[in-house]
């Protein structure tokens, strides 16, 4: 089949506008003439929607080099300084967000309201994080007295970003963002399967800001991403991916002896106790809460275990839902569930479903069709249940609209089996009582567990986020950002030291007689 050309516009798909249509390195200043690879569109995977960069180790180094000239001046002003132009940068992308948008329906396959969500996130984050300005410049008297010692955070120097595919704009400026604030230059690599929005929205904030201190490099990972991971004059890394590329930008990183914020893989559970009230708010929550971003994004509801004696009760009421969620292009007005952004998605949800059949299982498929799915990266939204609790789908993160349902007898089972697998991002506890449900919240190993929620925008910036076991390592939002990208540095002043702290008198004055 012939490739359509780039930017062409297919039904329920708005085209990419010319502007958008290569994503190009920014190294300093320069906008290097690089080779390219296309984007496709994963509604019609035959037409190309754009190409990106393919950059290389040396643009790489040269991007590390520019953001490392950068540094010293942008973290010498103060942190309100820095807010300033970050406020300023986001008036400049906000008449951007629309097309952006357009772009992420076009290149991840998203549905509108989702891609209009993730490209706001670049002004809206700019914002949030400049509104902590104090907070990145404060200066904390720990101990007062013979030994006064005040604690400061100061900037590390350059950072790598390394973002992923299902949300590319958002997640970038989740680290971008604390990082300009508090005072370090960065290095953006892109994902190759999803670089056209968000390299357009970084060129944007780089040309708002001094030379250099915001760089991009779009490039497959095991080239530009590893070279980035690995550069020793990077003095932190943060990465949002799978578990196997994680461990390999840890072991590049630890090779530097750079610290990075990881976060990884979630297979997420949602246990709905035998209290809880199956009516319409719990099922729509649980159907949200799974099949947002057609099941490819880290906190979704993974797999559920339900009580025995309300598990045909939920199932009957998720099927009916399930059945009526329209699935199209993502373009396409009303369509809750586009199509999944790689081949690589679609051949892992085959699998897994196959493997459930086979072991017995019930599966249940649901979605109705907008338009026509034979071309695109289309999975059905899918129940499957009557499989056991240590089946691959149940125990992996499949990353698709595809939702194992699971019988258990008891609280205790319930919490066992949640921590089974070696995930631990999110989870969820579903319960009409709120401190039982919190008590068993408080056994799930995760980072964060919900009560009777688990969607996107139930994590607040009042807490850390991020996993436990192989779901990552360290913590993002608010001041838990600025810290991933800033080292503690402490003065400690001793007002009198030869009389308040022991060990001196064994030592020789130079006045005594020997």
């Known amino acids: 089949m012939t490739a359509t050309m ?8 708005p085209a990419v506008p010319p502007g958008w249509r290569v994503a190009r390195a920014r190294i300093g200043r320069e906008v290097p003439d690089l080779p390219t690879a296309p984007v496709d569109d994963p509604a019609d995977p035959a037409t190309v929607v754009g190409q990106y960069a393919t950059g290389s180790a040396a643009e790489v180094d040269a991007a590390v080099h520019a953001a490392t000239a950068a540094f010293p001046g942008w973290a010498a002003r103060t942190a309100e300084e820095r807010a300033k132009l970050l406020l300023a940068a986001a008036d400049l992308l906000d008449p951007l967000v629309e097309q952006a948008a357009a772009v992420l329906v076009s290149e991840v396959g998203k549905v509108r309201a989702e891609a209009a969500f993730d490209a706001g996130g670049a002004p809206a984050l700019l914002r949030r994080y400049a509104a902590l300005h104090a907070e990145a410049d404060a200066a904390v008297v720990v101990q007062d007295g013979p030994a006064r010692s005040t604690l400061r955070h100061r900037p590390v120097g350059p950072v ?14 989740l680290a971008v963002a604390p990082a300009l604030l508090v005072g370090c230059s960065v290095v953006v690599k892109p994902p190759e399967d999803a670089p056209l929005a968000v390299t357009g929205l970084l060129h944007a904030l780089a040309d708002a800001l001094p030379v250099g201190v915001v760089n991009v490099v779009p490039g497959r990972g095991p080239e530009a991403g590893q070279a980035l991971a690995g550069h020793p004059q990077v003095r932190a890394i943060s990465f949002t991916g799978g578990i196997d590329t994680g461990a390999a930008v840890a072991t590049a990183a630890a090779a530097t002896i750079t610290q990075a914020t990881l976060e990884l893989g979630g297979n997420d559970p949602a246990l709905v106790l035998a209290d809880a009230t199956i009516g319409p708010d719990l099922l729509r929550e649980l159907v949200a809460g799974a099949f947002v971003g057609s099941g490819q994004i880290c906190q979704n509801i993974k797999r559920i275990y339900v009580h025995r004696s309300r598990h ?8 009916a839902l399930v059945a009526r969620l329209p699935v199209g292009p993502g373009g396409t007005p009303g369509v809750l569930i586009a199509p999944l952004t790689t081949d690589a998605g679609v051949r892992r949800a085959a699998e897994l479903v196959a493997a459930a059949r086979a072991a017995g299982a019930t599966v249940v498929e649901g979605g109705t069709a907008v338009g026509d799915l034979d071309r695109g990266r289309f999975v059905r939204p899918t129940l499957v249940t009557d499989l056991s609790a240590d089946h691959p789908l149940v125990l992996v993160e499949q990353f698709c609209p595809v939702l194992p349902v699971v019988a258990v007898d008891d609280d205790e089972q319930a919490i066992a089996e949640a921590n089974r697998t070696e995930f631990g991002l999110a989870a969820s506890v579903w319960s009409d009582d709120v401190a039982h449900a919190e008590a068993v919240a408080a056994r799930i190993e995760a980072g964060t567990v919900f009560v009777n929620v688990h969607r996107l925008g139930a994590a607040i910036e009042a807490v850390p986020y991020g996993g436990v076991k192989r779901s990552g390592i360290g913590r993002n939002h608010g001041v838990w950002s600025l810290r991933a990208c800033t080292e503690p540095h402490a003065t400690v002043t001793w007002t009198d030291a030869a009389t308040t702290l022991p060990g001196l008198a064994r ?4 006045e005594e007689t020997p």
């Open 507 to 510: 030592w020789p004055h130079p």
């Open 6 to 13: 780039p930017g062409t516009a297919a039904a329920g798909r």
């Open 312 to 319: 045909a009760e939920l199932m009957a009421g998720l099927m």
């Open 160 to 173: 790598a970003v390394i973002t992923p595919w299902n949300s590319p704009v958002y997640l970038a400026f």
